[in-house]
């Protein structure tokens, strides 16, 4: 089972809910597909961690065997290729690794190469694998990174928690893709509730069974609880604030390792999951 956790902003507790979740499987596999600026490798501490080079591929032309047709320069959607001092001439931070132009060249000038942008890191903590996407800085687009650090899993039996990019973009739509279950962390404020909108429409065109954690509740928030109402929203855990969570995590701790009424809230978290899932 895949459980992506996802925030419509930043500082929801997107990654806390991820964490904790992963530390109460008895088996689990924990994705940080946040890779702009993962974290959760703060709160597992993985050891013996690998790290490995993520590349895509860019198109290289070869100046003996290009005639100059430009068919490769129209061809191109993004408007990567251009036609410069009699040669193709790529723009990588908008290039999408299509491979068309390849296919298209009659003159056979066209090749690719790998081009880095990012790396995977994998390590364990007690029953968790760890699996943290890094994005290398100054990259465009984060999609190459989370897709590689997913095709990463690939087969596994065990618990899959994919810890999303906070927002509703291309790389949310990306890590939840082979999702089986959509956690949406919000925070009761009219901010969190705003953006909280935004990420419930995507999971529901993308027609993901989802529901809601809300985090750092002190009060209800009436229009958050009125929304998943009427959108029959279930309500999976309402998380108080207090101050031992806000020290534990600051601190970098897993509060399901410290606190064994977390533990029982995330124990039923995620037997509420399972259960609709299976239904």
Known sequence: MKIAVLSGKGGAGKTFAAVNLAATAPKAVYIDCDVEEPNGHLFFKPQNVTEKPV???LPQFD??????CRQCVDFCHFNALVYIKEKPTV?????????????????KAVSEIEYPVGILQKGTHEQVEVITGVLNLGEASAVPVISAALAENKGT???TVIDCPPGSSCSVMESISEADYCLLVVEPTAFG???????????T???KPCGVMMNKLDNPYLPLEEFC????????LRMPYGENIAQATADGKILVEIDEQAKRL??????????????
């Open 55 to 57: 590349h895509r591929l």
């Open 63 to 68: 100046s003996t065997l290009c005639n100059g």
């Open 91 to 107: 723009f990588s931070e908008i290039c999408h690794s299509c491979g068309g132009c390849l296919l298209l060249c009659p003159q």
């Open 157 to 159: 039996e065990f618990l």
């Open 193 to 203: 509730f705003h953006n909280f909108r935004m990420v419930h429409e995507l999971v």
């Open 205 to 207: 065109l993308l027609g």
């Open 229 to 236: 109402q009427e959108n029959n929203l279930p309500v999976l």
């Open 266 to 279: 995330f124990q039923d978290l995620l037997q509420q999951i399972e259960a609709a899932v299976r239904s």
